[in-house]
């Protein structure tokens, strides 16, 4: 079929293009709510004024905006991992049974321009599901719903103080197989952690499986933990379990013969999970 008469080509591809990316920077500023006012009122409000499209943009004010999101937000960049080594050790190390992730990462804005973000990743493997079990969808649903209740608040993630006491859990059975651990600033942050975890899949939290680690060595306190100098260049030491906090942002589920990971709850926005926040 023709286009119609004095169709504009460019004027066409601009409007597409403004819509469609307009529904990524609802999605990557979704936690400012339904209310798509152009605002200032503070940081985040303004950046999405800056990302958001406008029927009179000019060309260069397109591309401006479509690179605030993609590269100067990292849009574009978000869940990409540098991979190197043989492809052949990466298969998941149980065959069958499902693995449920929980990522935690520190807010942007509590991260000194020194320092890269810090980050935490927990996970228990679903030892009552394999792989092919004919209702693991509607499992991994109400995995996600009881998520959503557990580890996020007021639509944010909750948040865990991590410090230098590493607290870990080893229950084989109920998929914690090789003693879980999670580097908290108090014992009682840990086992916190890990009854979420164990109520969201569905079994029985034991605190005899509890083991604490407690260091001698305290956690780097300070903004830098010094510099030292590799083949000519100076570089960041890493700090020591510095204490600081880090939020929950999404959970997934690594599925075992699934090359995608299946998003269950995503506080980021930045994904398509099984359950809205």
Not at 13 to 24: G, H, I, T, Y
Not at 201 to 222: L, R
Not at 236 to 245: F, I, L, Q
Request: with cysteine; proline share 4%.
């Amino acid at each position: 079929m023709a286009l119609p008469e004095g169709h504009n080509t460019a004027e066409f591809l601009q409007d597409v293009f403004k819509k469609s990316a307009n529904k990524e920077v609802a999605r990557f500023f979704g936690d400012l709510g339904e209310n798509w006012e152009l605002s200032l009122a503070d940081g985040r409000s303004q950046l999405r004024t800056a990302c958001t499209h406008q029927e009179n943009d000019t060309v260069g004010m397109t591309n401006l905006r479509h690179a605030l999101l993609y590269d100067i937000l990292g849009y574009s960049k978000n869940g990409l991992v540098l991979f190197y080594g043989s492809k052949e050790s990466q298969e998941p190390p149980v065959i069958g049974h499902p693995k449920i992730v929980f990522y935690f990462s520190q807010d942007a804005q509590a991260v000194p321009n020194e320092e890269s973000k810090a980050d935490a990743e927990y996970s228990v493997r679903l030892m009552a599901l394999e792989n092919t079990s004919s209702n693991l969808r509607t499992k991994l649903l109400e995995i996600a719903n009881e998520i959503k209740i557990e580890f996020v608040d007021a639509k944010k993630g909750i948040i865990l103080t991590k410090g230098n006491l590493c607290v870990s859990y080893k229950d084989a059975k109920n998929g914690f197989p090789n003693g879980s651990k999670i580097l908290a600033n108090t014992e009682t942050d840990a086992i916190d952690i890990y009854k979420r975890m164990c109520k969201v899949v569905d079994v029985a939290y034991d605190e005899k499986s509890i083991t604490v680690h407690n260091p001698k060595k305290s956690s780097t306190i300070g903004l830098s933990s010094g510099t030292q100098v590799i083949m000519g260049k100076t570089r960041t030491k890493k700090a020591y379990r510095r204490v600081v906090n880090v939020r929950f942002r999404y959970a997934y589920a690594l599925i075992p013969g699934e090359p995608n990971p299946l998003f269950l709850v995503d506080t980021t926005y930045r994904y398509n999970p099984l359950v809205k926040i």
